[in-house]
């Protein structure tokens, strides 16, 4: 029996192949239990047991990206003293509706900064001294969910050996490195995004306060967001996911960062259902097979599973033809390419919205 309610989370396991790559720089301060033998070295995120990671930030970054070069609108960040200024304008920026937002207290703006600001943004704002000044606390939920990239290998971390050539003395170097399988999850709120939410307390979550809507800064008309730009924000950033491109260290190391492997599927409660089925040696089918029984009862869609014939490692080359084996005669999935997975959802997703709102 099917759980019917009004939730829809978008379920999603992936992983990339990175090939002697390094994505997600670290600091030396947080590296001190790390023992290379040289003094200048520059650093990779990683977690215990030489794991290598890519931060979900990271990832989110460059998903802002691909949203805002295919014509979506971004916030921008101010940095104001010790403090960063945001826009928490969630129905004008794809992302603070996506991603959500924090801002917390009392913004303070000087004339040259105020003046940079857009007719909209400057209506948050009245004039204290010399200043401008907007007091509100607002914050609102991510409806990406994200975890890491983790390396599903243990101690693959390399050190790169390097020179710099200098008009004296050559200073030598050191850099980190790794390849391997980076497997990770994500949960899309579906229903939530572009869904706004009003209120006086300033100890909730909320999008805008009363006194935004009763001072017509916000038009209560603008905060209902059509479905047909609710379908292309969220397209939009899944495609961002699809076409991941990791920019950072790709001078000297330039790998590929697209998914090679992507599981979507919706679901109505739970944790990710996906979580642990991409493991050090494959893709675990009898797990993912045990999880889609024990988690039925709560599945929305179809299933749509995405393998690239592209993954290098020798442990996936048989990917596809094992899950085919598995789940053969299920109609509920569906298996094809990265691409086909993501259209095949998107189709989905496009025919369950109600187009008349």
Same mark, same amino acid.
């Given at each position: 029996? $099917? ?21 997600n720089?670290s600091?030396?301060?947080?590296e ?31 998903? $802002? ?17 010790k ?5 928490a ?30 007719e ?5 704002? $009245? ?32 050190? @790169? ?19 391997? +399988? ?35 800064i916000?038009?209560?008309k ?9 379908l ?12 991941l491109s ?23 409660w ?7 089925i991409? #493991? ?18 709560f ?5 749509? +599973?995405?393998?690239s014939?592209r993954i290098?490692?020798?442990?996936? #080359? ?5 899950? @085919? ?6 109609e509920?999935?569906h ?8 259209d ?11 187009? @008349?709102?």
């Open positions: 029996m $099917k759980i019917l309610n009004e939730n829809r989370f978008l379920n999603m396991a992936y992983f990339i192949e990175i090939i002697e790559g390094r994505l720089g600091s030396e301060q947080v001190t239990n790390r023992k290379t033998g040289f003094d200048n070295v520059s650093y990779v995120k990683k977690i215990s047991g030489g794991r290598g990671i890519v931060s979900a930030p990271c990832q989110k970054f460059n998903i $802002k990206r691909f949203m805002e070069s295919n014509g979506l609108e971004i916030s921008k960040k101010i940095k104001n003293g403090k960063i200024s945001i826009s304008l969630p129905h004008k920026y794809v992302d603070e509706d996506i991603f959500g937002f924090m801002r917390a207290d009392k913004d303070e703006l000087t004339e040259e900064q105020y003046e940079k600001l857009d909209l943004e400057k209506k948050t704002l $009245k004039k204290d001294g010399k200043k401008w000044v907007r007091n509100i606390t607002k914050k609102r939920k991510s409806r990406f969910m994200m975890s890491p990239l983790v390396c599903t290998d243990y101690g693959k971390i390399n050190l @790169e050996w390097n020179i710099a050539s200098t008009t004296g003395d050559s200073m030598p170097y050191c850099v980190e490195t790794y390849s391997g +399988i980076f497997e990770g999850i994500s949960n899309l709120d579906i229903n939530n995004i572009s869904n706004f939410t009003v209120s006086n307390n300033e100890a909730e979550f909320r999008d805008y306060s009363d006194a935004e809507v009763n001072n017509k916000v038009n209560e603008e905060l209902k967001i059509s479905n047909k730009i609710k292309d924000r969220i397209e939009t950033c899944l495609r961002g996911l699809q076409y990791i920019q950072g260290n790709q001078n000297n190391h330039l790998t590929d960062t697209t998914p090679k492997f992507i599981i979507l599927a919706e679901y109505s739970g944790n990710n259902v996906f979580q642990g991409i #493991k050090k040696g494959g893709v675990d089918i009898q797990a993912l097979a045990e999880s889609l029984e024990d988690n039925d009862r599945r929305i869609s179809d299933i749509w +599973i995405g393998v014939r290098d490692n020798e442990k996936y #080359k048989t990917l596809k033809e094992k899950l @085919e084996n598995e789940f053969n005669g299920m509920y999935i298996l094809g390419t990265v691409k086909q997975a993501f095949g959802y998107l189709e989905y997703l496009k025919y369950s919205l109600d187009f @008349e709102k």
